[in-house]
């Protein structure tokens, strides 16, 4: 590898810690065929719910030069949200990542100032592709590749200084950039906090979740109403679960924080369930538009809102 490439990596690594990404890491499109074997596995054995979009476009996962043709380099980057949030007992609680400014715009946008560096170091036309969750890419996989975090018992990805409160994103590029492949430890041990701590037992064992099970995908990709059993299982969680990053003991000790661009709603922070019931579509676009919650639809809000009213009086609560 050139020196100039060599120097084209650390280049953009400074632009990426200007612009406050928590990390940034290159890695060479070659197949991975362990992480397609996970992919199918999830699906092969109905653990992926109804989210049907798992099941298709495999093709893609496994070769991400069909997402841009002439791909060279797979730049994987992660962003901080890891704010402070004091939640009031008594009140629907909603996951952290959700009560800030929804990450496919944030991250989007930056990747874009990102690109705009890029290309004016590189001083010659690129072809790129920039996605945050918008592309069968198997986002993990690669963060894991360049060498940026190892995926938890938890099945999130777990970045040294930065803890797991993370949204990935990347930049596919038709350019070589030396591949950042470091050897990290597994940070997890003999640690299984995350397996004991859900409600659910959606981590079904170590670093394998049945998505069906899981709280944040009840609340946020089931589309139907809920089945007496489903309605259950979420408790409080209006939108969203953050128990298995709560008591992770990588989250107590990061140096890393919330990337500025994210701005807490402070009104979202606590707010009451007989306001999310009453809320009219208005009352909703007002509140929410902007943040992920906006995406789900107010008829899917105020359904969480009426299981997690019931679970409340239930378990006395409220
Ligand atoms: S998000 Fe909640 S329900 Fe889902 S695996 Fe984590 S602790 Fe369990
Ligand atoms: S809670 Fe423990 S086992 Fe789970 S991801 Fe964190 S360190 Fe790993």
């Given at each position: 590898m050139s020196d100039h490439s060599t120097d084209l990596a650390h280049n953009i690594r400074k632009a990426a810690a200007q612009l406050g990404f928590a990390a940034i890491g290159f890695s060479a499109p070659l197949p991975q065929t362990l992480a397609i074997l996970r992919a199918t596995a999830m699906v092969h054995e109905h653990r992926n719910g109804e989210m049907h979009y798992l099941e298709s476009r495999m093709e893609e996962r496994a070769d991400p030069s069909l997402l841009l043709p002439g791909l060279r380099t797979i730049i994987s980057t992660v962003i901080s949200y890891n704010y402070p949030l004091k939640r009031q007992a008594g009140l629907p609680k909603i996951s952290k990542y959700a009560i800030i400014d929804d990450y496919h715009t944030v991250v989007r946008s930056k990747l874009e100032e990102l690109l705009a560096e890029i290309e004016i170091l590189v001083a010659e036309p690129l072809h790129a592709r920039i996605t945050v969750d918008s592309s069968p890419l198997l986002e993990k996989n690669w963060a894991e590749e360049a060498g940026i975090g190892k995926t938890g018992k938890n099945t999130l990805l777990k970045v040294p200084s930065a803890g797991s409160y993370l949204f990935l994103g990347e930049i596919l590029l038709d350019r070589e950039i030396p591949s950042s492949k470091f050897t990290l430890p597994n940070y997890c041990g003999s640690c299984g906090d995350c397996l004991t701590h859900c409600p659910t037992g959606a981590?079904?064992?170590?670093?394998?979740?049945?998505a069906s099970k899981c709280i944040s995908y009840l609340t946020i990709e089931l589309k139907r109403e809920f089945t007496a059993e489903e309605a259950a299982m979420i408790g409080d969680w209006m939108f969203g679960c953050d128990l298995c990053q709560e008591v992770c003991p990588y989250n107590q000790q990061t140096s890393i924080t919330a990337n500025k661009a994210f701005k807490v709603r402070e009104e979202l922070v606590n707010i009451s369930m007989e306001r999310v019931l009453n809320l009219t579509k208005s009352g909703f676009r007002e509140l929410f538009?902007?943040?992920?919650?906006?995406?789900?639809?107010l008829r899917r809000l105020k359904r969480n809102a009426r299981a997690v009213e019931n679970n409340m009086k239930k378990s006395g609560t409220i």
């Amino acid at each position: 590898m050139s020196d100039h490439s060599t120097d084209l990596a650390h280049n953009i690594r400074k632009a990426a810690a200007q612009l406050g990404f928590a990390a940034i890491g290159f890695s060479a499109p070659l197949p991975q065929t362990l992480a397609i074997l996970r992919a199918t596995a999830m699906v092969h054995e109905h653990r992926n719910g109804e989210m049907h979009y798992l099941e298709s476009r495999m093709e893609e996962r496994a070769d991400p030069s069909l997402l841009l043709p002439g791909l060279r380099t797979i730049i994987s980057t992660v962003i901080s949200y890891n704010y402070p949030l004091k939640r009031q007992a008594g009140l629907p609680k909603i996951s952290k990542y959700a009560i800030i400014d929804d990450y496919h715009t944030v991250v989007r946008s930056k990747l874009e100032e990102l690109l705009a560096e890029i290309e004016i170091l590189v001083a010659e036309p690129l072809h790129a592709r920039i996605t945050v969750d918008s592309s069968p890419l198997l986002e993990k996989n690669w963060a894991e590749e360049a060498g940026i975090g190892k995926t938890g018992k938890n099945t999130l990805l777990k970045v040294p200084s930065a803890g797991s409160y993370l949204f990935l994103g990347e930049i596919l590029l038709d350019r070589e950039i030396p591949s950042s492949k470091f050897t990290l430890p597994n940070y997890c041990g003999s640690c299984g906090d995350c397996l004991t701590h859900c409600p659910t037992g959606a981590l079904v064992e170590a670093g394998k979740i049945d998505a069906s099970k899981c709280i944040s995908y009840l609340t946020i990709e089931l589309k139907r109403e809920f089945t007496a059993e489903e309605a259950a299982m979420i408790g409080d969680w209006m939108f969203g679960c953050d128990l298995c990053q709560e008591v992770c003991p990588y989250n107590q000790q990061t140096s890393i924080t919330a990337n500025k661009a994210f701005k807490v709603r402070e009104e979202l922070v606590n707010i009451s369930m007989e306001r999310v019931l009453n809320l009219t579509k208005s009352g909703f676009r007002e509140l929410f538009y902007g943040t992920p919650i906006f995406r789900i639809g107010l008829r899917r809000l105020k359904r969480n809102a009426r299981a997690v009213e019931n679970n409340m009086k239930k378990s006395g609560t409220i």
